[in-house]
């Protein structure tokens, strides 16, 4: 059984940079490249197998045409994405729906829950988690007046942090973070705030209504609990929807894969996975049902996984 080596998808954006290319060695479209969706069956990016039996297949029609390799889950679509954000510039003050909203409002999507790894971040960097309306319609007046100081609220972050993002959250991303976004098969953002940025000489369109429909009013901090386990693989958090876990590999150790399947990245260094080496960049799933995989050299990880 083949542990499945994915190719990525890239996204140019107005607060893209080049760190996909010089820190990961993607060969990006631009330097202005934003995004590295690394496993992907979402239609507006999507990925393929890279080598082995099914080289050259997208995402989701392995889904389709396999889906024992996914533990025959009864789901319509492939549940998870995971990405490589590299914000050169302030990504726009945001918000996602959920399930709920989603489907009744955006031709059946899914809603969108997302966590943020830290894998690097400037001197005294800070992200948008949260806002400080106390009732709706303090919400609503803050934002028509653009009181964007007074209601954004501004947490510090470091190089390893890990934040859950919950539908409704406000949130961005500020410029110098590359983060690994873990989330729901999703491309439904809200811009609430974009700082007033033209593209191509205009303003890029917001979502006044939906955002302030589908905010949580007031905002309830989500801290993620610390990361449980003294093994090489330790998880950071669990919700309805992933599970992720945070790998540091020195040695030699065995991964059992026990899960409908298992989503891979590699942050740092190099590893062999029953002998199939993975550098930095390198993103792969284990299937349903894999043998337990010997896991060998220094290297980080991220793995995330389906909520049963």
Not at 49 to 67: C, K, V
Not at 99 to 122: F, P, Q, R, T
Not at 205 to 220: A, G, T, Y
Not at 228 to 240: E, F, H, I, P, V
Request: net charge negative; aromatic share 10%; proline share 6%.
């Amino acid at each position: 059984m083949e542990i499945l080596r994915m190719k990525p998808v890239f996204k140019e954006a107005i607060w893209g940079g080049t760190r996909l290319r010089d820190d990961f060695g993607y060969d990006i479209p631009s330097d202005h490249t934003g995004e590295c969706w690394a496993v992907s069956a979402h239609p507006d990016g999507e990925g393929s197998i890279d080598g082995g039996t099914y080289n050259g297949t997208p995402l989701s029609r392995l889904w389709a045409s396999h889906p024992e390799l996914f533990g025959n889950l009864p789901l319509d679509r492939f549940p998870l994405l995971t990405k490589i954000i590299d914000a050169n510039g302030d990504l726009s003050i945001q918000v996602h729906p959920d399930d709920v909203y989603a489907a009744e409002h955006e031709n059946g999507s899914l809603g969108k829950m997302e966590c943020w790894y830290i894998i690097d971040c400037k001197e005294d960097a800070t992200i948008v988690i949260g806002h400080n309306a106390r009732t709706r319609e303090e919400l609503r007046e803050m934002v028509e007046q653009g009181r964007w100081t007074e209601l954004i609220r501004e947490v510090p972050i470091k190089k390893g942090d890990f934040f859950q993002i919950d539908p409704g959250t406000v949130h961005a991303i500020k410029a110098g973070t590359l983060i690994l976004e873990s989330q729901q098969s999703s491309d439904i953002t809200y811009r609430l705030y974009d700082y007033d940025r033209l593209q191509n000489g205009k303003p890029r369109p917001l979502h006044i209504e939906k955002s302030l429909d589908v905010i949580e009013v007031p905002f309830v901090e989500r801290r993620a609990e610390p990361a449980t386990g003294d093994s090489w693989l330790r998880q950071l958090y669990s919700c309805k929807y992933y599970r992720v876990w945070k790998g540091n590999l020195a040695g030699s150790e065995t991964l059992v894969q026990d899960e409908p399947f298992m989503i891979g990245s590699v942050l740092s260094g190099e590893a062999f996975l029953d002998g199939e080496a993975f550098r930095k960049g390198d993103h792969f799933i284990i299937p349903f049902g894999h043998p337990p995989v010997r896991v060998e050299g220094n290297a980080e990880f991220i793995f995330s996984a389906p909520s049963r």
